[in-house]
């Protein structure tokens, strides 16, 4: 029994996108996962297994949300605008980074957000560990058109920020100057009420002029 879509992919490179059943070490048994395969170098070759999609406005997926922190899962494995926590979110170990796709004024694009040599976990545990990627500020703002981040990059990965400031569960926060208080993010699950996924960049704030949010949709998996 593969334990990732990764080990799909590696029994077989043409494997075709679709839901598999996938047992990771300590899984107490099999369980249905989506799969999407890239074929080419790494980090993007590879089979990558969905954990989680997030909305904005409504959402279970906001910073507050519990689903980000324990083993409960909701919503469906086949892929669509719905949101769901997945089997994967808390067994599947990922070790080279995470992929995100988000779809934003009618507009899908993607990118990986690759990990630190060195670091590997479930997305459970990426999060208690505040995991961190290194995609850069450039690579998430092309996730979203017309997206607006501050200046200065003030964390980008898991569980990035500090109450009672700006934070997000997966993305970028941004400052204009020193990162005392950030004013703007590209992520999912966001404590910004207005913003769960997407962007924003709240236009009261230095480095923000007049663009507002742009609330998003994101599909999240790992490898
Ligand atoms: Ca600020």
């Known amino acids: 029994m593969p334990q990732s879509c990764d080990d799909i992919f590696n029994a077989n490179p043409s494997s075709a996108d679709s839901i598999y059943m996938i047992q990771p070490a300590g899984s107490a048994a099999p369980f249905e996962a989506f ?30 949300s519990t689903y980000w922190t324990t083993d409960d899962l909701f919503g469906s494995v086949s892929p669509g605008e719905t949101e769901a926590k997945m089997m994967a979110f808390n067994t599947v170990v990922a070790h080279v980074g995470v992929r995100i796709f988000i779809t934003a004024g009618g507009q899908t694009n ?98 923000c002029a007049t663009t507002g949010d742009i609330p998003g949709f994101a599909y999240v998996s790992v490898r």
């Not at 790494?42 to 910073?63: D, E, I």
């Not at 990426?126 to 961190?132: E, M, S, V, W, Y």
């Not at 569980?159 to 009672?164: E, H, M, Q, Y």
Request: one cysteine or more; glycine letters at 18%; a neutral charge.
């Open 35 to 64: 799969c999407s395969f890239v074929s080419g170098p790494q980090p993007a070759g590879g089979g990558w297994t969905a954990v989680l999609r997030a909305g904005s406005s409504p959402t279970m997926l906001g910073y507050d």
């Open 110 to 207: 993607g990118m990986i957000a690759p990990f630190t040599s060195g670091t590997s976990g479930t997305f459970k545990d990426l999060l208690a560990n505040h995991a961190k990627t290194n995609a850069g500020s450039t690579a998430w703002a092309g996730l979203i058109a017309g997206s607006r981040l501050q200046t200065s990059t003030c964390g980008e990965g898991f569980n990035v920020g500090t109450s009672p400031n700006l934070r997000v569960r997966f993305g970028l926060l941004a400052d204009d100057s020193n990162c005392g208080i950030p004013d703007s993010f590209i992520g999912v699950g966001s404590s910004d009420g207005g913003v769960a996924t997407g962007n924003a960049c709240n236009y009261s704030s230095a480095g």
